[in-house]
Every structure is written in C-alpha cells, then in structure tokens.
C-alpha cells in the first residue's frame, strides 16, 4: 500500500499572518476554513510541491514557532536563496556540512558556502517564518537511484519540462543516428527517456 506524504502541520500564533507571509513566498493557497467557533484551517503549496502544510486555529496542540527541520528541495539553490531574500523571508547565507552528507543540527559543523562543486544534496540554507517555525532548503541536482517512481514523473514548472523535453530530443537524436532510420515511435521513446531520467534508472539507447 502506498503512503504518501501529503500534509504538514505548521503550529502558528497568527493565522492572517503567516497566511500573508507564506502567500508573499509565492505559495499557493488551497484552502482557508472557519467553522463556527475557534476552528481554522488554512492549506498551502511551496510551487511545485506534491505536499502541502496546515495551519490555523485549533489544528495542533504544537507550541507556535516549534517545528524545525521542515525541508524543501531546490535545484540551485542560490537562486532560491535570492528569491526568498527578495520576498522578504531574511534566508541565511548558503552553507554545507563538514561532514558532506546531510546536514548536523547544531551549527557548529556548517562551512560557509555551496557544497565543493554544488554537488548534489549537499547544499543548505535556512529561513524562518514570523513564529520562527524553522525552515532549510536544499540543493539535489541529480536524483539517487530509485528515489523517484518512474511510473509517477512530475515536473515543478514548465520550464523544468521544456528543459526535460530538450534533453530526450537531443537523445533521440543520437537514438536515431545510431539506427539510421527515423523513429515513428519517438513520443513512446521520449517518455520512456523522461521518466528514466528522474527515476535515475538505465537510459533507452
């Protein structure tokens, strides 16, 4: 059975406020509902995320600002970094870990600056909201095998799409080239190179 991560709880103090705060980050807004009585629940989307994150009132007996560690992935992440800064979010410079894996909790082990030559998942920065819930985003240029399902592919944007689409023509062009016949296939091979990008699994030739 399947078990997908789909909802966050965020514990905040202010409703209206962190609801302007994570609108101004350019998420969007799914949902804010208010039933009778002192019951709120308001639901937002980073872009091109499949999970969402909850707050409101009455929704957790999770102290305000407490959560940490909440992580969102980037692919260049000092683009991010200047975009969250331009919004507002005041995001900490780019650091990476002495260790070169993941990240220690304390900051005692960061080393200023991406990751030796951005490599991926190992580039951080943090921000936090106006409770101080504590956020870090993280660079992952290329995918761990199997860590994506081929049979789900999803992109964050059009222009991730494009760039994805770009690659397997480019690929079927030297598909094409090797058989020396053209393909009147080439959608199915496209998608078969697509997915097989993401999920990090063996290439068609």
Do not use: C
């Not at 209206?16 to 949902?31: E, I, N, P």
């Not at 019951?39 to 102290?63: D, K």
């Not at 507002?88 to 993941?102: I, K, L």
């Amino acid at each position: 059975m399947d078990m997908k991560l789909e909802v966050v709880v965020v514990p905040v103090s202010d409703v209206d406020r962190a609801k302007d705060f994570y609108t101004g980050l350019g998420w969007r807004l799914d949902a804010d509902v208010a039933t009778e009585g002192e019951f709120r629940v308001v639901q937002m989307t980073p872009p091109g995320s499949p999970a969402s994150v909850i707050f409101g009132e009455s929704v957790t007996e999770q102290t305000p600002g407490s959560a940490r560690g909440l992580h969102l992935v980037v692919d260049d992440i000092d683009t991010a970094h200047d975009e969250l800064a331009r919004h507002g979010a005041r995001p900490s410079e780019v650091f990476h870990d002495v260790g070169g894996v993941f990240h220690h909790a304390d900051g005692d082990a960061r080393l200023p600056g991406p990751a030796p030559q951005h490599g991926s998942y190992g580039s951080f920065l943090s921000f936090s909201d106006p409770d101080g819930n504590g956020w870090l985003l993280q660079e992952v240029t290329d995918r761990l095998p199997g860590r994506l399902d081929p049979a789900a592919t999803s992109y964050s944007s059009a222009e991730d799409l494009a760039s994805a689409l770009r690659r397997a023509e480019a690929a079927h062009g030297e598909h094409e080239a090797r058989t020396g016949a053209p393909d009147p296939d080439w959608p199915d091979w496209y998608a078969r190179y697509m997915a097989a990008e993401q999920a990090g699994t063996p290439l068609p030739e």
